[in-house]
């Protein structure tokens, strides 16, 4: 069964950085898309960044300029390293992977930002 175990959560202040992590039980190069959403307390999930297997990016407007994300294919680990976070990046953060056209889901971390 495939898994996928985020970490990397935790509470921060506003302007500080969290780098999170997400490793799958099968080859990270096996994926299509490694991805990470996030959801807010009332609100709809949504996309935050994405990473094709071929390296293409894309980051939702709302981190742009302070959230990269990055994979590391020997250690099967997609990151998410955040900067200049404000108090409404607080979410769950969710690790998605696209493998063989089924999507798995991590449990996701919590990130919560105070100001």
């Known amino acids: 069964q495939v898994q996928l175990v985020e970490s990397g959560g935790g509470l921060v202040q506003a302007g500080g950085s969290l780098r999170l992590s997400c490793t799958t039980s099968?080859?990270?190069?096996?994926?299509?898309?490694m991805s990470w959403y996030r959801q807010a307390p009332g609100k709809q999930r949504e996309l935050v960044a994405a990473?094709?297997?071929?390296?293409?990016?894309k980051y939702a407007n709302s981190g742009e300029g302070r959230f990269t994300i990055s994979r590391d294919n020997a250690k099967n680990t997609v990151y998410l390293q955040m900067n200049s976070l404000k108090p409404e990046d607080t979410a769950v953060y969710y690790c998605?992977?696209?493998?063989?056209?089924?999507?798995?889901w991590g449990k996701g971390t919590l990130v919560t930002v105070s100001s």
């Open positions: 099968e080859s990270i190069s096996r994926f299509n898309t």
């Open positions: 998605h992977g696209d493998y063989y056209a089924y999507d798995y």
């Open positions: 990473i094709s297997s071929g390296g293409g990016l």
